[in-house]
């Protein structure tokens, strides 16, 4: 059971987490937590010693307001003030939610908001419609997929700012909007009537050729193995995904094998990822968080409800973060399934979305917990830890290219557009009751691993490796490796272009304001020590140490370090470390 207060499976405390990728952190919502986040909260009265922090704050608005050459906006000060303490946490998972904004941050974490219902983007110019979403106004009113949306209200969508466009469909419950569409050349008006749209998270292989809105879920049918892609953590999640399961006989113990394909979905409510894992456990640790204002509270799984025991394959990479990692963490380290991909993100802290009372309708999302696996490790990924996140299973690493990454999500997108009824993308209806052609087409590597591994599974009970080795001295261990030296690689090129068009300019126009930090450097940049030697000398000149120089960063490393350059004359004794560059052909150091 996830709630250690009660044994009913009802009455769960609402948690959420999501980093955000969109991305993707840990909220509370409903005085829970949401991807880590609890909503819903309002701000205690605070202590008079609390007061003398502002006294300064205090003076300086004081002489803006009354002697500043200009008037200020004072709202803007407010939050501007309010934003500089939060930044200077240093933590991107805080933050301070103006009212003006609510809306917009109360759609991300929860998927539901007060619109068409519509997916849309900028092409050539125009808004057009991606895909109407599943029971939505737009889907009712015919709009379809590359219809060109030409005004909004009477206002024409050319050159307008994708985030503008967005502004002016959404508004409150049962009011109109009307369109203009241009579809195959003919313009026809459309009118509609906003609602509350709540995303799906929940999504199969591929559209069901007789239901437009729903999606098939069995992947390979004569195997009865299903898959299911959780896109985020959004309310009510888990009854969703227990519909789609139990749409394939789940509780019947017809299921032979699950695909659960978590792969860049951000978070979200933690209570529906405790959901979705009790469904699958009888027994054990879900997860536990603790924090310096808060206890350790521990949840557990229970066996009511619990669906019947079949193989769980999870697909992870590196955006699958928060409850993500809640859920696959716990079904791994209880048994319960496998992971195939790779490492997730490492997101392991909660906040709290706090509601600020001075009236003003804004609110402070606040990193206040961690979360912790079974086994009690912390999934946080930090800039000297070794491990973070959910690990794929030794045998099932499978990485993926930018380039298989582009053709998948090509594939994916068409997919998820709604077709009319009897219309399907891609093949025949007996084409997508073959499992080979089915991963072919979609051109997903590691769901053709984890799908491979799933019928091994099923077949002769024994899971099949088809991916590659986990552990020190595996692709995995130094594919983290292997992107930061890109990285570093990048920025370093980026900061050679940089001196190079400094240099340019300088040489360009003596008279602009010279470098102070080019009169402190160590030696002329056109000095190449490459090859010298380095001799370090103790407190009295004895030289310790004599050492090669094989790079050409020596003077940067040097500059960071707590050294500096001797000056004319020094008594030798106090001689910091000096390179020496052997003579060039021509005697010429270069």
């Known amino acids: 059971m996830n709630n250690p207060e009660s044994s009913d499976r009802s009455s769960r405390t609402s948690h959420a987490l999501r980093p955000v990728f969109l991305l993707p952190a840990l909220v509370i919502v409903g005085f829970g937590l949401y991807g880590g986040v609890t909503m819903g909260q309002r701000l205690a009265g605070g202590h008079t010693d609390d007061y003398s922090f502002f006294d300064e704050l205090v003076e300086v608005k004081q002489l803006i307001s009354q002697r500043y050459v200009d008037a200020p906006d004072e709202k803007a000060m407010r939050e501007g003030a309010i934003k500089g303490m939060v930044e200077s946490l240093n933590d991107p998972y805080t933050i301070y939610v103006p009212a003006s904004d609510q809306q917009n941050f109360t759609k991300d974490l929860t998927g539901e908001y007060v619109g068409i219902g519509a997916q849309v983007n900028t092409q050539n110019g125009w808004l057009t419609i991606v895909s109407p979403l599943e029971d939505s106004p737009a889907f009712r009113a015919g709009l379809m997929a590359d219809d060109r949306v030409t005004e909004i209200d009477g206002k024409t969508t050319q050159n307008m700012s994708i985030d503008d466009c967005i502004k002016l469909l959404l508004g409150e419950p049962d009011t109109k909007v009307k369109l203009t569409i241009e579809r195959k050349g003919e313009k026809l008006p459309i009118e509609i009537t906003r609602e509350r749209i709540k995303t799906r998270s929940v999504k199969g292989f591929h559209r069901s050729p007789t239901d437009p809105e729903g999606w098939d879920y069995l992947i390979d049918p004569a195997r009865s193995i299903a898959y299911v892609r959780l896109t985020q953590f959004t309310p009510d999640c888990s009854k969703e995904v227990l519909d789609a399961l139990k749409s394939v006989g789940a509780e019947q113990g017809k299921l032979k094998g699950l695909v659960l394909d978590l792969r860049f979905n951000p978070g979200g409510l933690l209570n529906e990822a405790e959901e979705i894992a009790d469904d699958f456990l009888e027994s054990g640790i879900i997860v536990s968080t603790r924090g310096r204002a808060h206890e350790e509270v521990v949840r557990r799984a229970n066996k009511d ?286």
């Open 305 to 590: 409800g619990t669906l019947p025991n079949f193989p769980i394959a999870i697909l992870l990479n590196g955006s699958s973060a928060s409850a993500s990692e809640v859920l696959s963490g716990a079904l791994v380290e209880n048994n319960r399934a496998i992971v195939v991909g790779q490492r997730s993100f490492g997101k392991g802290t909660v906040q709290s979305v706090i509601e600020l009372p001075s009236g003003h309708g804004s609110e402070l999302k606040m990193t206040e917990q961690g979360y912790y696996l079974p086994s009690g490790r912390s999934l946080t990924r930090k800039d000297n830890s070794p491990t973070w996140g959910v690990d794929p299973t030794d045998g099932f690493y499978v990485p993926m290219s930018d380039e298989q990454l582009v053709a998948m999500l090509e594939v994916r997108r068409k997919q998820e557009v709604l077709h009319a009824k009897g219309e399907q993308a891609g093949g025949t209806s007996e084409k997508w009751s073959d499992p080979a052609w089915v991963l072919d087409y979609l051109k997903d590597p590691q769901l053709t691993a984890a799908v491979q591994a799933m019928q091994a599974k099923v077949d002769t009970g024994e899971w099949k490796k088809t991916g590659e080795a986990v552990g020190k001295g595996t692709p995995l261990a130094a594919a983290e490796l292997t992107r930061l030296r890109d990285y570093h690689e990048r920025l370093l090129k980026e900061i050679t272009r940089a001196e190079k068009r400094i240099d340019t300019l300088e040489t360009a126009d003596p008279n602009l304001p010279k470098d102070e930090a080019k009169a402190n450097d160590l030696w002329p940049d056109d000095i190449d020590v490459k090859g010298g030697t380095l001799e370090v000398k103790d407190k009295s000149g004895k030289i310790v140490a004599t050492l090669e120089i094989t790079g050409s960063d020596l003077e940067q490393a040097l500059e960071d370090a707590s050294v500096k350059k001797k000056s004319e004359g020094a008594a030798d004794g106090n001689a910091p470390a000096s390179p020496k560059s052997e003579p060039k052909k021509d005697d010429q150091p270069k």
